[in-house]
């Protein structure tokens, strides 16, 4: 077995490895992983439970007696299962949460069959400690400008056609699963914080930290996840390009950016409800109303004047960061398309 430890997270672009195997329980694997790796557990949640709880209880000879059958059993379920398909020149890399005796556990067994494995020394753990430096205790060296602008604007849709057009794009919404509003939700459930910010730091280290990326801007907690406070910091100084469209059109915007809500009416009525502390209730009836009656662009620009622009005016008039503004007559793909590619060629990029 071959030891290997990571300096920085660029590493993970450059190891001489097929695959990335994590052996947690599947409870710890959903937690948070490192990118690209698969789950071959050696105990289940249940398993690690119990063995935890003959350490504790019984004796760590029995524990250790008890889980290293448990770890053999998984282990041989593994070499039958998807590790079946691997020829002799496969080579793995394997961790678990400190480097220790599940890992070296599962390590020893496919060393022994003959590939050439590779051990995490830490674990997960070194892993973690890295994300947490770039996240939490460094200066992103990066170079962002942020799209902003009021609800319906098209911010992220501009993202895409940025990306297109070929720039440089980070997109948190995409990373939370989240479009940063109070109807934001998207099918299936948000990434915990730890997963949200190993995906955050994927992200950026791809990035050529000499070119400009676009962000959306976002408050500091898109859904239930929290902006790491090292691009909080870089976003809070970042030039920004504010777009600005007619109500009309971003209504027509977000009907269409919205649909998923349109054909899920308990999901609006709940959503609508969340606004009863801002509102008068004659006020909220209504959206219920133009919700019953399936009057979307009028629901929508009834949100955007009475809710989200009063918002969004006191949130820009705090900030004091060079604005840039841009006026679009409407927001369609084709008006979007042409905008990103004149911004891309007004833009220096290094």
């Known amino acids: 077995?071959?030891?290997?430890?990571?300096?920085?997270?660029?590493?993970?672009k450059t190891l001489s490895?097929?695959?990335?195997?994590?052996?947690?329980a599947p409870s710890e694997f959903a937690e948070d992983h490192i990118p690209g790796a698969l789950n071959m557990p050696v105990l289940t949640d249940a398993?690690?439970?119990?063995?935890?709880?003959i350490y504790v209880q019984d004796s760590p000879f029995n524990a250790r007696k008890i889980g290293g059958a448990l770890v053999a059993q998984n282990t041989a379920q593994h070499l039958q299962g998807p590790l079946a398909q691997h020829e002799g020149s496969w080579q793995p890399l394997v961790y678990c949460w400190r480097g220790g005796q599940r890992s070296g556990a599962f390590a020893t067994i496919l060393d022994q069959v003959g590939w050439r494995v590779h051990l995490l020394k830490g674990g997960y753990r070194s892993y973690r400690r890295l994300v947490v430096q770039l996240l939490y205790e460094q200066t992103l060296p990066h170079r962002i400008r942020l799209i902003d602008g009021g609800t319906g604007t098209a911010k992220t849709r501009l993202l895409d056609h940025l990306r297109e057009a070929g720039g440089q794009v980070?997109?948190?919404?995409?990373?939370?699963?989240?479009r940063?509003?109070?109807f934001g939700g998207t099918a299936g459930p948000q990434p915990g914080q730890k997963m949200f910010e190993s995906r955050l730091a994927e992200g950026l280290c791809a990035l050529d930290p000499s070119h400009i990326t676009w962000v959306e801007a976002e408050s500091s907690k898109i859904g239930e996840r929290l902006v790491p406070p090292a691009l909080w910091a870089l976003m809070q100084t970042a030039p920004r390009l504010r777009l600005q469209a007619p109500v009309a059109a971003r209504a027509r915007f977000l009907t269409r950016a919205y649909s998923d809500l349109t054909t899920d009416a308990v999901r609006l009525g709940e959503q609508i409800n969340q606004l009863r502390p801002y509102h008068p209730a004659d006020v909220v009836e209504g959206w219920h109303q133009q919700a019953t009656d399936g009057a979307w662009e009028a629901l929508a620009a009834?949100?955007?004047t009475a809710h989200y622009d009063p918002r969004y005016a006191k949130s820009a008039a705090r900030s004091d960061v060079p604005v840039t503004p841009l006026s679009l007559d409407d927001l369609e793909d084709e008006t979007l398309a042409a905008t990103a590619r004149r911004l891309i060629s007004e833009t220096p990029q290094a």
């Not at 398993?47 to 709880?53: F, I, P, W």
């Open 1 to 12: 077995m071959t030891p290997l430890t990571l300096t920085t997270l660029h590493d993970l």
């Open 302 to 304: 009834g949100l955007i």
């Open 170 to 178: 980070l997109d948190l919404e995409d990373l939370a699963n989240h």
């Open 180 to 182: 940063g509003s109070l």
């Open 17 to 24: 490895v097929d695959s990335i195997i994590d052996v947690r």
């Open 47 to 53: 398993q690690r439970a119990e063995v935890g709880t």
